[in-house]
């Protein structure tokens, strides 16, 4: 493991409380353009497919690198939550981080440019967005009320503005959209060139497509219901681990009292995927999907639920015995989340 | 009544189907800086107060103007519904226009540029927010998926992707931002600088804060239920017309199935009224805000109820029956919203 430079830059924000986790399966040469953002911070890489092959990391980072011989090792039994050969293997590294905020990326992200031309620091808006409250129930018309030069509109109940603790900040992406395969079959030139300089909170109640691209959240309050699920290899499914981990994350979220923060900040998406594959990863999911989402919507978690891994184990339940009848796939995948959840207390309880 | 005029200018969109609604206690100068855009509507001007006063209206608009011996003849008894010196009166504009679409504004407010420079043509973009559907069932990351360039993220399902239809446009502001008095005591010098290029649908079961300076509407659709309230005069309540309306309205659409959306376009919004006056009006808004939002957040409409004037009539039912135990104001502001319904469907009665 690389050491942590000691280079004269101003401090980041919150160094040692944020692990940066990153899922790949080729070298890390786009750390390079990441480097002035990046370098001061601890990285996690998960290291997807074939173990003996080696990803080369450019020098000066500070990481740890899994792979799937190290999470059989780690995990024993228990590795089998873990996807092999899909994204979702990132949840890994949240599992295995001792920090309280998690920062997670995708390798054909890069630096994006705000409108001035400036490169935008994602890690600084990400934790700005989860250090400031989140204000789940009522809509903010100037949106989020915290940031400078923004407040509270006329109407607001004074009640609410102290707003409520925020779980998740979910990031956008330029150039590419991030759309699925059949959007991208019938749309392949479309581009996102427009930068929304917005933050806002999602209403308590209302669902999302939370992206796993870029995407940062607190890891104490959130994490065990950051579990991406049983994609890829084996599967009959790919590509909705962080479809997946939204809608249960949302849901928690509304029941636990805590916010989930979307918009800024942006990275710019260069799409290594492929859209033909996308289609085959993304097939049953288009079908699930419209199953699973009025399921999320129609939870209601009991009171007796005071605690995240408390909500996750009785949501994998309703997942078992909703979804279950749906597709076999759900059984398997609510046991995919108890797994999930047993190992989360098993590595993180402290001694 | 001036004539329209018969320039050689692009053909506005929907012409003849939208009206704009202004209230106003002054000459309306402020016109002059949006001929290029309002030339060519038609104006239902409301004026407030002493109805001996002559406002006068530039050269070459068309526009109807009606103060308070009009809506006391054209209403009769019905005409206390309509509230007297407070902008509350603008929606006796609404209850006269003969159109499909309402944009109503106020008299500080002026032509805002977007980030290039160019002026802000407000109605293309209200009617462009209303002729493409809302979204209020499910949260798209990229906001209006309905807009250039953009759509549908992936995890969207694709049974929603039809929409609803859209009934409300609520427009921002540039400059001066929409505070309520103690913010803006507390904040004198805040400006809104911050140009957020996004329309959204505010989710199903959110609340928002509903300004009436720059707002648009299917009159077809939600007029029935965009009554301002008595405020003002006699009143012990001013300035909230706006909320009290928009509460009513996103409740009722809600129930109907159809969406609200926030964001573009903007107005350039110089403030003509005082902070400490807003704070004499505002006072009991304050207090009784408190009790009315968490009362719009648990009504619930019967299903019976398959028309906006029979949710509107059975809302005023609940506001007299819950509210009232707050305040008597409340019993009368029933009251009044019951003779607006009754003056709607008098003057609005195909024969």
Redesign the interface.
Known sequence: MAQQSSSAKPMPMLKDELDIVIPTIRNLDFLEMWRPFFEQYHLIIVQDGDPSKTIKVPEGFDYELYNRNDINRILGPKASCISFKDSACRCFGYLVSKKKYIYTIDDDCFVAKD?SGKDINVIEQHIKSLLTPSTPN??????DPYRD???????????MREGCKTAVS?G?WLNI????A??QLV?PL?????????VMT??????????GMNLAFDRELIGPAMYFGLMGHGQPIG??DD?WA?WCAKVICDHMGWGVK?GLPYVYHKKASNRFENLKR?YNG?FW??EA?PFFESVTLPKECTSVQQCYLELAKLVKEKLGKVDPYFIKLADGMVTWSEAWDELNTTP
């Open positions: 409108p009522f809509f903010n018309t100037l949106y030069g923004a407040d509270f509109v006329r109407g607001y109940p004074f009640s979910h956008l959209p991030d759309y699925d059949p959007t749309k479309e581009r996102n060139s427009r930068y929304v300089d917005a999602i209403p308590k109640g209302t669902l999302f497509s939370m992206c590509g909705y479809m939204g979307t993304e288009i999907q419209e989402i």
